[in-house]
């Protein structure tokens, strides 16, 4: 991955063995219906995904490093070679792919290298004159009216530098506008003196280093998400508890309701838990739902039923007033689903005591998960628990 541009077919295959290891469950050899789409899960814990990696943006930001290598003209034998034998005549690596299949396969990447990085100009041989960010700007967009009259667009920026006069660059005659915006250029041009040194490439990180951590974050994307996401992962709780909650947030854990969205049939969609014919959806299930409620209150919380579940999830942690809030609406969530459950798979008839005994049992043995800080508070809440 740090060489080659991996095939999508081979992507593709390694997703699938990935998928089955993910949601096949304790049998080994089981082979269940995904819960949530791979592209959910391949997103950044912080994005509101479970942190898999996406082995497509993994090799990219791989192989980009190889274009942080050629653009600084490091001292390494194959960037001297393919400088050398296909732009030495001045021209840089754009839309006409040249070299072997592995040097193209990179060039392919060249956008989104350009899309994180900037260049302090030196000799002016390695960045493009019109479509780079030099001076914390990109010319062509600075002044696209004088950019629509240019001859050559893909002239480096020593080229531009050194072309005398310098309105024979563009086509005559020019507008008003693009006139204005030429003068203007001029100044700009006066101001970045060319210098012998090689060109010298940044990133958005605000750094000449470049990163693969970063570059795979920058290409994956940010997606405003609520803070429910960010309290999950800090919990103390199990895993098992974490990525169950985590398909309670996304809405994908197999209540009828849900089955019946994806079209699967059955004799009967109502909750099971309290008998009123109500459809089994998430929000009823874990919220709404008498019996939801009756446990809810045990532990000294009330439901509103005019807010939305992010903001039910707020109003919890405001009503349990403890650090450890997140820890409780997940087990307490978890002793539900588990109530529903064991009536349907085990024919175990829920009860408010089994749900509420079957939470403190989780809640002891995240006692000995939970951090050292919290321990007085802990103990203190689990005794007005009791």
């Given at each position: 991955?740090?060489?080659?541009?991996?095939?999508?077919?081979?992507?593709?295959?390694?997703?699938?063995?990935?998928?089955?290891?993910?949601?096949?469950?304790?049998?080994?050899?089981?082979?269940?219906?995904?819960?949530?789409?791979?592209?959910?899960?391949?997103?950044?814990?912080?994005?509101?995904?479970?942190?898999?990696?996406?082995?497509?943006?993994?090799?990219?930001?791989?192989?980009?490093?190889?274009?942080?290598?050629?653009?600084?003209?490091?001292?390494?034998?194959?960037?001297?070679?393919?400088?050398?034998?296909?732009?030495?005549?001045?021209?840089?690596?754009?839309?006409?792919?040249?070299?072997?299949?592995?040097?193209?396969?990179?060039?392919?990447?060249?956008?989104?290298?350009?899309?994180?990085?900037?260049?302090?100009?030196?000799?002016?041989?390695?960045?493009?004159?019109?479509?780079?960010?030099?001076?914390?700007?990109?010319?062509?967009?600075?002044?696209?009216?004088?950019?629509?009259?240019?001859?050559?667009?893909?002239?480096?920026?020593?080229?531009?530098?050194?072309?005398?006069?310098?309105?024979?660059?563009?086509?005559?005659?020019?507008?008003?506008?693009?006139?204005?915006?030429?003068?203007?250029?001029?100044?700009?041009?006066?101001?970045?003196?060319?210098?012998?040194?090689?060109?010298?490439?940044?990133?958005?990180?605000?750094?000449?280093?470049?990163?693969?951590?970063?570059?795979?974050?920058?290409?994956?994307?940010?997606?405003?998400?609520?803070?429910?996401?960010?309290?999950?992962?800090?919990?103390?709780?199990?895993?098992?508890?974490?990525?169950?909650?985590?398909?309670?947030?996304?809405?994908?854990?197999?209540?009828?309701?849900?089955?019946?969205?994806?079209?699967?049939?059955?004799?009967?969609?109502?909750?099971?838990?309290?008998?009123?014919?109500?459809e089994e959806s998430l929000i009823h299930l874990l919220l709404h739902c008498p019996f939801a409620e009756q446990c809810w209150?045990k532990i000294n919380t009330q439901i509103n039923r005019s807010l939305d579940p992010l903001q039910m999830l707020t109003s919890?942690?405001?009503?349990?007033?403890?650090?450890?809030?997140?820890?409780?609406?997940?087990?307490?969530?978890?002793?539900?689903?588990?109530?529903?459950?064991?009536?349907?798979?085990?024919?175990?008839?829920?009860?408010?005591?089994?749900?509420?005994?079957?939470?403190?049992?989780?809640?002891?043995?995240?006692?000995?998960?939970?951090?050292?800080?919290?321990?007085?508070?802990?103990?203190?809440?689990?005794?007005?628990?009791?």
């Open positions: 991955m740090s060489t080659f541009l991996l095939q999508q077919g081979v992507i593709e295959q390694i997703d699938k063995y990935r998928r089955v290891c993910l949601w096949r469950g304790s049998q080994i050899n089981a082979n269940q219906t995904p819960k949530a789409a791979w592209t959910m899960v391949c997103k950044d814990k912080k994005e509101g995904g479970l942190g898999v990696i996406n082995i497509n943006t993994q090799n990219e930001a791989l192989l980009i490093k190889h274009l942080h290598k050629f653009f600084n003209r490091e001292d390494i034998p194959w960037v001297s070679l393919i400088w050398e034998k296909y732009y030495s005549n001045g021209s840089l690596p754009g839309t006409r792919k040249v070299g072997s299949f592995w040097w193209r396969d990179i060039i392919k990447l060249l956008y989104k290298f350009k899309g994180m990085a900037s260049v302090m100009v030196g000799d002016g041989k390695s960045c493009l004159f019109w479509e780079d960010m030099w001076g914390d700007e990109v010319i062509s967009q600075k002044f696209p009216e004088l950019h629509s009259f240019a001859r050559n667009k893909n002239v480096t920026h020593a080229t531009a530098q050194s072309h005398q006069p310098f309105h024979s660059m563009f086509h005559l005659p020019l507008s008003q506008q693009a006139y204005s915006q030429m003068i203007a250029l001029q100044d700009i041009m006066q101001i970045t003196q060319l210098t012998g040194e090689p060109d010298k490439w940044s990133y958005i990180w605000n750094n000449q280093s470049f990163s693969v951590r970063k570059a795979y974050k920058h290409l994956s994307g940010h997606t405003n998400i609520h803070q429910a996401f960010h309290w999950l992962w800090k919990t103390s709780c199990q895993s098992k508890h974490k990525v169950f909650f985590w398909l309670v947030l996304k809405d994908r854990i197999s209540t009828r309701g849900l089955l019946k969205r994806k079209g699967m049939i059955l004799p009967d969609y109502s909750c099971v838990l309290c008998g009123n014919a109500t209150g919890f942690r405001d009503q349990l007033g403890v650090p450890f809030f997140m820890e409780i609406i997940i087990l307490m969530s978890w002793a539900i689903w588990r109530a529903r459950n064991d009536f349907i798979f085990r024919a175990i008839n829920p009860t408010i005591q089994l749900t509420i005994m079957n939470f403190k049992d989780e809640w002891r043995l995240l006692l000995l998960r939970a951090k050292k800080s919290y321990s007085p508070m802990i103990d203190q809440w689990t005794a007005n628990l009791a």
